[in-house]
């Protein structure tokens, strides 16, 4: 079995912002795997979606203790269900990469993401894969506002090209493994049609990154 937690923020005034691209990866594959609405379990502090792809097992997730809390929800699957480090999948945005560039590690820190830092406390281990999605390189200074708001009308399209080509490379990890999924999906893909090249970054409220 595997699990795919895709990290985020939980309610509607979190839908859509850049921190959310975690979720929305996970949508779309329970789009893609007709897995419905999934199910909150309160036990995980989460929502899970259990499906499978080729053959495989998996598990989605979609923690609900909101982002910083995000390691107790992840945590709790995986051991309930006696999983090895590389059979868990984090999916998170990432900051410094510009938007839509996808990167996938085997391990490593966790890069300033207090998600990810939530993550490798509660699992134990910085050895487990991951998937940082770019949501566009900005001043640190103005780090929760930009990762709070929505994306902008001119970045929507590479947005949304950038959820379906990371559910592509979580299927690749699932099908062909790692080391594949690294070498088809870490080089810089070709700037999807319509997407502008402006990346000004819009204000919001927020909690902390």
């Not at 850049?18 to 999934?38: I, K, M, S, T, Y």
């Not at 993401?113 to 487990?128: D, K, L, N, P, Y």
């Not at 991951?130 to 990762?147: C, H, N, P």
């Not at 299927?171 to 999807?192: D, H, I, Y």
Request: aromatic letters at 8%; a neutral charge; one cysteine or more.
């Amino acid at each position: 079995m595997k699990l795919v937690a895709g990290l985020g923020n939980p309610g509607p005034r979190y839908a859509e912002s850049r921190h959310n691209v975690g979720f929305a990866v996970v949508d779309e594959l329970a789009r893609r795997w007709q897995l419905g609405d999934g199910r909150y379990e309160e036990s995980f502090s989460g929502r899970l979606w259990p499906g499978e792809c080729a053959g495989q097992r998996v598990l989605l997730l979609q923690p609900q203790t909101y982002m910083n809390l995000s390691g107790q929800s992840v945590a709790a699957v995986w051991r309930y269900y006696r999983l090895e480090p590389a059979d868990l999948l984090v999916v998170v945005d990432d900051l410094d990469l510009p938007l839509g560039r996808l990167r996938l590690r085997a391990g490593g820190s966790a890069g300033g993401h207090r998600g990810m830092t939530s993550v490798i406390a509660h699992v134990g281990t910085e050895q487990f894969p991951r998937l940082r999605i770019g949501i566009g390189k900005v001043d640190r200074t103005a780090t929760v506002e930009y990762v709070l708001a929505r994306f902008a009308d001119h970045e929507r399209a590479a947005a949304q090209a950038a959820v379906r080509r990371a559910a592509d490379a979580v299927e690749c990890w699932l099908t062909r493994g790692l080391e594949a999924a690294m070498n088809e999906f870490n080089p810089k893909p070709n700037r999807p049609a319509g997407a502008d090249r402006r990346a000004e970054p819009e204000a919001a409220e927020g909690d902390e990154r």
